[in-house]
């Protein structure tokens, strides 16, 4: 029957393309919201490869979004049901941006879905394969000539999608089923392939159960000259099929293969495949049997296998000699390509990817007690086909901070900073360019242009975890705020005192008048009230202590402070947690974000605050500057909070993740360096010139402009910048920063500017006169400041720039880190601890305190397994009655031999504290402090954070050191424990 026409007559093509997709939509979802608020159907545009999660909302507000979208892009709809929750954490475990809009889904994430689906293509110019069915009628035909007739088949503009939609949603309770409805899938898109095969024509694959399809009512936009319509050609209400037809469509495709399975013949080199593969995996025992016919994809993955056994190569190509266009050149190509694969194919992977499930997988006695077909082969046989472990993935490499951008002096004093204090340049550089950017703010402002002009203030947050030193880093560098301050308050604190006790005593003086003027006759009350609104009006004005700088304030309150500090303050927060808490609603009563105050003063944006039981606020040009530093635990939660990108937040950040000097510090009596005396008065004499010119001259704003090839280096970096954010472009991912980070150059350069003058000039300390009394008009900083920024001072500010641009990059892909790879490195200490040949889960959980979350265990079992350290041990088929075993892994023996393999060229297991000479296997320092010790090239060694070649990849981050005298002495039982930490 033909597809219903909508009856109205909306009067609109928009109107009639929007009730067009409501119908489509509505005839198959029929979900009654029993997945919860979690589950989701999604939308995804493809020029711009963003989702849009629709949460439980219906066909028509669906409908109504798609329309939108389809006016510029082209729409597609998941035919299943997301899960939120599950898409996030997988995002996250994956080190992918936690951004819903870059998620569209996986099968992994699926929890239901509505029918299966098929693609296929026409023959088009657009189309890079050219065998495909030549026209629309000839695709008909095929689908006509399948088992099931299609409830939907519609027109895709260059193909047809087809959709067999189920009588109710198959909602997934497990695992098992959704790899039962991937093989069901799987199969149906094998049948329709062969019968496509037979007529020379090639299908698109359709096995992922989060596949997507076309919206009818919106456009194919593949060919930009030749925008085509998505319509419904066919709906047949009546192929609506329960699941139990689907699984019949898996049983004929089981026919089919039996079918056409020839007899095997016997030849090539008569190798024996393993009795235990063939009796403990049937599907391998099918690919064995069926080798004459079996299709490439199963013969690939049953090499995957065969080729890290004994004998592989002759196995492999005993397994493939009987197929008709067999090539010894060919086969030889293929098994060494999957000998240098990741791994052998894993059991999911046959019952998923290959149609096993329900044939093959689902009634295996090793059933989730392997991970793979290899592992039910002899333990003998198996001995010797272990591969060396994967080191553990770290994050990218980031570039350190450009210290050749600084004026020299700044840049000595950050180098000596960084070497007394032990921490990467990194940090005490960001700290020292977020002082000076606060000390010189709202007084100076660079002009870029006509029109243009930015504010010096400057948002720092730099990221490292516990026990970085990042707080003694924090007081080094911020002191000359907290001190200049003191000396503000001991100037200006008894001025300040005596103002309040005259306004007590008027206050006192009003209060009297006032019982007075009710007690009076009403002659004299008249005298009394004149004299009494004298007075008020006259009363003392009692100015606030002077502040630079506040650490806990909340966002409702900023405006206050700002408004009773002449309009500039700083944030300081060495742990930083607290600030981002605050700014995400931790008092609001709704737990809203209230960000307009940060985001104003961040521009120099008037700030006008009017509330009912407040005094208003009236705050020109108020300027705010962030320096704060935080563990990467504040990152993941402010990375996930929407309103802080959306409303810009997060794009005027300056980012830095510096590299980690834990386990590279050299802790002894001898090894501490002092800064020197002579820089660090400099550094403080430097902001102390800023401040004593900020803090005391005329509230009228000085304007730094650039020269002109400054202004040519400026433009030059912008627009490469601006072109790198179009669409498809490097930085298109991370717009909404990249967009203000020409703006954030120019606030760097009008910095250095300002502190390449401050070193140039003594600080003659502040006095009571310079605070009480304000310059009006020009004065000499305008001659000491002013001049044009230089082309030199702007090519260091590009190159900060840059380098901030490259740690944003790394924010916004990583934003959280990976609690589950931290778990993992914590299983190994433990594996190198204990060196169990296998372990049980309980094993590890008995040892660790409070068990460890469960789910960060498993994800860390997989992750061990995925990189090679650990397998599941094979399982005996499971008992009739009684408890099961539980599961057990086997540890990787290369695992141990390479970390003997390092202690035993060096010729000790470890060193103790006391003990010279002995070598650390986390550091590769000797005890004492000396030259870093040789280490051996590719055995889990590799260079990461900085390129330090002496730190080992985090497979052996271990904080046991232990010390055996002799290399042959057998290992303590009592290793690690606190006699001999």
């Known amino acids: 029957s033909s597809y219903i026409e909508p009856t109205s007559n ?3 093509a928009e109107a009639l393309a929007e009730e067009e997709a409501t119908l489509f939509l509505a005839s ?28 439980n909302q219906g066909p028509d507000e669906i409908a109504r979004k798609a329309i939108e979208l389809a006016r510029s892009q082209d729409v597609y709809l998941c035919v299943a049901l997301q899960n939120q929750e599950l898409a996030l954490r997988r995002a996250r475990e994956l080190g992918k941006a936690e951004d819903l809009e870059r998620i569209r889904g996986t099968a992994e994430t699926t929890v239901a879905i509505f029918g299966f689906v098929a693609d296929i293509d026409v023959a088009h110019p657009c189309h890079k394969e050219k065998n495909l069915p030549p026209t629309y009628e000839e695709a008909l035909k095929l689908l006509k000539a399948y088992a099931l007739p299609p409830t939907f088949v519609l027109d895709s503009g260059h193909g047809l999608q087809v959709l067999w939609v189920f009588d109710k949603p198959w909602i997934f309770s497990d695992d098992d089923d959704r790899l039962r409805a991937e093989s069901i899938c799987q199969a149906h898109w094998k049948l329709l392939s062969q019968a496509a095969t037979a007529k020379g024509w090639r299908i698109d694959p359709t096995s992922s159960l989060a596949q997507m399809v076309r919206i009818p009512g919106t456009t194919n936009r593949k060919v930009s000259e030749e925008v085509r319509p998505v319509r419904v050609l066919e709906h047949d209400r009546d192929h609506v099929y329960p699941l139990i037809e689907h699984i019949k469509v898996l049983d004929q495709s089981k026919g089919q293969e039996a079918n056409s399975t020839p007899e095997l013949v016997t030849g090539g080199s008569g190798q024996p495949l393993p009795k235990e593969l063939l009796e403990g995996c049937a599907w391998f025992k099918h690919c064995w049997d069926d080798s004459r016919s079996l299709p490439e994809p199963e013969w690939y993955a049953a090499l995957s296998i065969l080729v890290r056994l004994p004998d ?110 032990d921490v990467s340049p990194d940090l005490p550089a960001m700290l020292a360019l977020g002082t000076f950017a606060f000390a010189a703010s709202r007084f100076f402002r660079v002009r870029v242009r006509s029109g243009h002009q930015e504010a010096l203030c400057i948002w720092v947050l730099v990221v490292l975890s516990s026990g970085e030193r990042k707080t003694a880093t924090f007081k080094e560098m911020t002191q000359p705020l907290v001190e200049f301050e003191a000396k503000l308050r001991e100037i200006q604190g008894p001025k300040i005192q005596q103002l309040k006790e005259r306004r007590a005593i008027e206050d006192l003086k009003i209060k009297h008048l006032r019982e007075q003027i009710a007690k009076a006759p009403k002659g004299q009350a008249e005298t009394l009230q004149n004299e009494l609104l004298q007075l008020v ?42 600030v981002f808490d605050q700014l995400c609603g931790r008092y609001s009563a709704q737990g809203k974000s209230n960000l307009d105050a940060w985001l104003k003063a961040h521009d120099e944006e008037s700030v006008r605050v009017d509330r009912v039981g407040r005094d208003p606020v009236d705050i020109d040009r108020p300027s705010l500057t962030a320096i704060l530093t935080a563990q990467p635990i504040v990152v993941e939660e402010i990375s996930v909070r929407p309103e802080l990108r959306g409303r810009g937040f997060l794009a005027r950040l300056a980012l830095s993740f510096p590299s980690s000097r834990v386990g590279k510090r050299i802790i ?76 954030l150059v120019a606030r760097i350069a009008g910095v250095l500017h300002v502190i390449r003058h401050a070193y140039q000039l003594p600080c003659e300390g502040i006095s009571v006169d310079s605070v009480d009394e304000s310059l009006e008009g020009p004065s000499d900083v305008d001659a000491q400041w002013t001049s044009p920024i230089s082309k030199e001072t702007m090519e260091g500010a590009i190159q900060i720039g840059l380098y901030l641009l490259e740690h944003a990059r790394h924010f916004f892909k990583h934003p959280k880190s990976n609690p589950s790879l931290h778990q993992a490195e914590r299983l190994l200490v433990w594996l190198g601890e204990n060196r169990p040949v296998s372990f049980s889960r309980r094993d590890y959980q008995r040892s660790i305190s409070r068990g460890g979350d469960p789910r960060l265990i498993t994800q860390a079992l997989q992750i061990l397994e995925d990189h090679g350290f650990i397998r599941l041990h094979p399982m005996p088929p499971k008992k009739e009655k009684g408890r099961p075993e539980g599961m057990r892994y086997d540890v990787n023996p290369l695992f141990y031999r390479q970390v003997d393999k390092i202690d035993k060229k060096e010729g000790e297991k470890g060193f103790s504290l006391g003990e010279p000479g002995g ?14 010790a040789p280490t051996p090239s590719g055995e889990l060694l ?40």
């Open 919 to 932: 070598v650390c296997l986390r550091t590769g320092r000797t005890a004492r402090g000396g030259e870093p």
């Open 668 to 743: 002894d009596v001898g090894s501490h360096k002092r800064i020197s005396a002579d820089l660090r008065k400099a550094y403080r004499q430097a902001v102390c010139n800023i401040l004593e010119v900020t803090c005391t001259e005329s509230d009228t704003p000085r304007v730094l402009a650039l020269s002109v090839p400054a202004l040519q280096s400026w433009l030059e970096m912008a627009n490469q910048v601006e072109r790198a954010q179009a669409d498809g472009g490097e930085l298109a991912p991370i717009r909404d920063w990249a967009s203000k980070l020409a703006g």
């Open 537 to 578: 009006g006259h009363r003392t004005e009692v100015p606030e202590y002077p502040k630079l700088w506040v650490s806990d304030v909340t966002p409702e309150r900023v405006p206050g402070v700002l408004a009773t500090q002449g309009g500039r303050i700083a944030v300081l927060d060495p742990e930083g947690g607290e």
């Open 312 to 421: 592989g190569e002759a196995l492999c190509h005993s397994v493939s000699v009987n197929y008709p266009g067999y090539s010894q050149e060919e086969t030889q190509q293929k098994l060494e390509h999957a000998r240098a694969s990741a791994g052998p194919r894993t059991c999911r992977s046959i019952a998923a990817k290959l149609g096993g499930y329900d044939r093959y997988c689902s009634n295996c006695p090793h059933w989730k007690r392997i991970t793979s077909p290899i592992q039910v082969v002899a333990p003998t046989q198996t001995s010797s086909m272990w591969e060396p472990p994967q080191p553990l993935p770290v994050g990218p490499k980031l570039p350190e901070f450009p210290l050749e951008a600084l004026p020299d002096g700044l840049a000595q004093y950050v180098r000596q900073t960084a070497a007394a204090i």
């Open 942 to 981: 590799r260079p990461v954070d900085g390129g330090d070649s002496h730190r080992p990849a985090p497979a052996l981050r271990t904080l046991r050191v232990v010390h055996t005298k002799d290399p042959s002495e057998p290992r303590s039982p009592y290793a690690g424990q606190k006699g001999e930490r």
């Open 10 to 12: 909306p009067g609109s």
């Open 28 to 55: 198959f979802m029929t979900c009654d919201g029993t997945l919860g608020p979690e589950a989701s159907l999604v939308l995804w545009t493809k020029q711009d490869r963003l989702s849009q999660w629709m949460g």
